[in-house]
């Protein structure tokens, strides 16, 4: 009674892990920016509340595994949120992501900084690959253990869950030094303020797409850990 109700709530965080991970993978919304640059600043706009707001040129970006997007829009707010709330304007300008880092832009291409983004968004676009792969080897072999209790192929579910648990967590720590220990985010406000806009302003959030991957490494850990144990037991009954 015992193995059963173990291997259900193994099964059911299996399938929970598989579905962020899928989740992580298949949104573009890693990363909401957006890019402020006021493009009258001698001719302020008085709001009702008496506030004086000028009207600035944003540009909203968001990118994940396979695109990176962005539109500009002329307006008094800027919500990252409302790539939620809001449909998006129909002219958006998306490229392939794969080997696109976020934020560099298409003028210092050749640098060696890009060079070396290149590398690492290439690490981090593996990571997520193979940890991709992993979960679902990882449950093609548990549905085939089910029908014959193999405590083998539990052992195996278990550890490929735990492998792409693993890769999943790499990649989540891989974009959170992308973004907040490296300099490629000062490195490109200077170049914007040095180059299109003296009072450049960019904001960023992560995306729920980012959200998604640290609840699949939690189920995958977790289901993995639950299959090694089943497989266990199902070794020491058969003996």
């Not at 040129?57 to 595994?65: A, K, L, Q, S, V």
């Not at 639950?226 to 058969?238: D, Y």
């Amino acid at each position: 009674m015992k193995l059963h109700v173990a291997l259900f709530f193994a099964g059911l965080f299996g399938a929970l892990a598989t579905l962020f991970i899928f989740l992580s993978f298949g949104t573009d919304y890693w990363l909401l920016a957006l890019e402020t640059c006021n493009s009258q600043p001698n001719r302020p706009v008085t709001l009702q509340q008496g506030d004086v707001k000028q009207d600035q040129n944003i540009t909203f970006h968001h990118e994940g595994f396979f695109w990176r997007c962005s539109f500009n829009e002329i307006t008094n707010e800027d919500n990252l949120w409302k790539f939620w709330f809001e449909n998006h304007p129909h002219a958006r300008e998306c490229k392939p992501a794969y080997l696109l880092p976020f934020p560099f832009p298409d003028q210092i291409y050749n640098t060696t900084s890009y060079q070396t983004a290149i590398i690492y968004r290439g690490f981090w676009s593996v990571s997520m690959l193979l940890g991709l792969a992993a979960v679902v080897a990882g449950g093609f072999i548990i549905i085939c253990a089910a029908p014959f209790a193999s405590h083998r192929l539990y052992k195996a579910g278990g550890g490929l869950y735990l492998i792409s648990g693993f890769f999943l967590l790499v990649v989540t720590v891989m974009y959170v030094f992308w973004l907040d220990v490296l300099d490629v985010i000062s490195s490109y406000n200077e170049y914007q303020k040095n180059n299109k806009c003296s009072d450049f302003e960019l904001s960023m959030t992560y995306g729920l797409s980012f959200m998604f991957a640290p609840v699949g490494v939690f189920f995958c850990l977790l289901s993995g850990l639950l299959f090694l144990v089943i497989g266990r037991t199902v070794q020491h009954h058969c003996k």
